[in-house]
C-alpha cells in the first residue's frame, strides 16, 4: 500500500478532536506515513467534498454532525450501519466508499475494558446517533431492556425499530420523568456542559448501583461524571469509546478487516493512548 495517502475526521466542531493523535500514532507503528487530519464540515457540503475526493484519500472518520448525512452517499454498507442508521467511519477503496459503524465497537470495549462484561438494563439519554450505537452495544452486552430519556419524547419513536431488530423491550421517557426500575448502566450521549440535578432522578443510590458511561471526554470530566464520582460511583469516560472505535477504523483503513486485529494490535492501542497522554 502506498504511502502517502491522506485520511481526516469531518464534523462541526472539530478542533478539538484527538482523532489526529490516535490514528498517526497507529500508522507510525505500523510503518505508514499517512496523512489524517482534521475537518470542519457540515452535511450541506457532505457531497461536494466526497466528490472531490482523489485517489490518494484512504478514508474519513466521521462525527456529528455528518453520521447520518454521509449515509446516501455510501456505494456500501456494513450491517450495523443499516441496523444503527448512523455510519462514522468511511473506506476509500478503488473508487467505492464503503460505510462502517465502529462506535458500537468502541462502546463495547470502553465497558469490557471497565470489567463490565454483561448488562441486562441500560438507560440511555439522548436519541441521536451515538445513542443507537449505545442501544446497539448494550444488546451486544445482553441488555434486555433499554430506557431511553430524551428532552422531546416524539423525536425518539425511530430507535423503536432498532429495538424491534434488537427484540429488546424499549421505554422512551423525558429526561425529567426520572430513570425507571433500576438500571445498572446509564450511558450518557448528550453534550457535555448538560447540567444535571435531582429533578433528573439520578438519586444517589443510583449514582452509587450503576455504572455511569458518558461518552463526554472533552473537557473531563463532564459534570455527569463529576456528580457520579461524588456519590461514590464507577464512571467510564468517552475517551475510552473514542480509542477503541479508533483501533477498528485503523483496521479497516490499513486493509486488515474490521474485525481482524493488527499485529501487535495492545502495542497499538498502548501507543495511542500514550499519544494523548503526552498531549496533555
Known amino acids: 500500500m502506498t504511502d502517502d495517502r491522506r485520511l481526516a475526521v469531518l464534523g462541526r466542531p472539530i478542533s478539538h478532536s484527538l482523532s489526529p493523535l490516535l490514528h498517526t500514532a497507529a500508522y507510525e507503528h505500523l510503518g505508514l ?14 457531497r461536494d467534498f466526497v466528490a472531490g475526493l482523489g ?18 452517499l455510501l456505494d456500501e454498507r456494513h450491517p450495523l450501519v443499516d441496523l444503527t442508521g448512523a455510519c462514522n467511519t468511511a473506506l476509500l477503496e478503488e473508487g467505492r466508499l464503503t460505510g462502517f459503524n465502529t462506535d458500537v465497537h468502541g462502546i463495547v470495549m470502553a465497558f469490557r475494558e471497565a470489567g463490565v462484561q454483561a448488562l441486562e438494563h441500560a438507560h440511555v ?76 432522578g439520578f438519586s444517589e443510590q443510583l449514582r ?28 467510564i469516560s468517552g475517551f475510552e469509546m473514542l480509542l477503541h472505535q479508533a483501533v477498528m477504523q485503523v483496521r ?29
Open 252 to 280: 479497516i483503513f490499513a486493509g486488515a478487516g474490521a474485525d481482524v486485529p493488527l499485529p501487535d494490535e495492545d502495542t497499538i492501542v498502548d501507543l495511542m493512548r500514550g499519544s494523548v497522554a503526552r498531549a496533555a
Open 208 to 235: 452509587r448501583s450503576a455504572v455511569l458511561f458518558d461518552v463526554a471526554y472533552d473537557p473531563w470530566p463532564s459534570t455527569l461524571a463529576v456528580s457520579w464520582s461524588a456519590a461514590g460511583g464507577r464512571v
Open 33 to 46: 506515513g499517512w496523512r489524517y487530519e482534521r475537518i470542519e464540515m457540515t452535511g450541506a457540503g457532505l
Open 125 to 200: 439519554l439522548g436519541g441521536g446517533a451515538t445513542a443507537a450505537s449505545a442501544i446497539a452495544a448494550a444488546s451486544m452486552l445482553g441488555a434486555t431492556r433499554v430506557t431511553v430519556a430524551v428532552r422531546t419524547p416524539s423525536r425518539a419513536l425511530h430507535l423503536a425499530d432498532l429495538a424491534t431488530s434488537l427484540q429488546l423491550e424499549l421505554d422512551v421517557h423525558a429526561l425529567t420523568d426520572g430513570v425507571p426500575g433500576a438500571p445498572d448502566a446509564v450511558i450518557s450521549t448528550l453534550p457535555n456542559g448538560t447540567v444535571f440535578d435531582d429533578s433528573n
Open 55 to 72: 485517489p490518494e484519500w484512504r478514508g474519513l472518520s466521521l462525527t456529528m454532525p455528518v453520521k447520518h448525512d454521509v449515509i446516501p
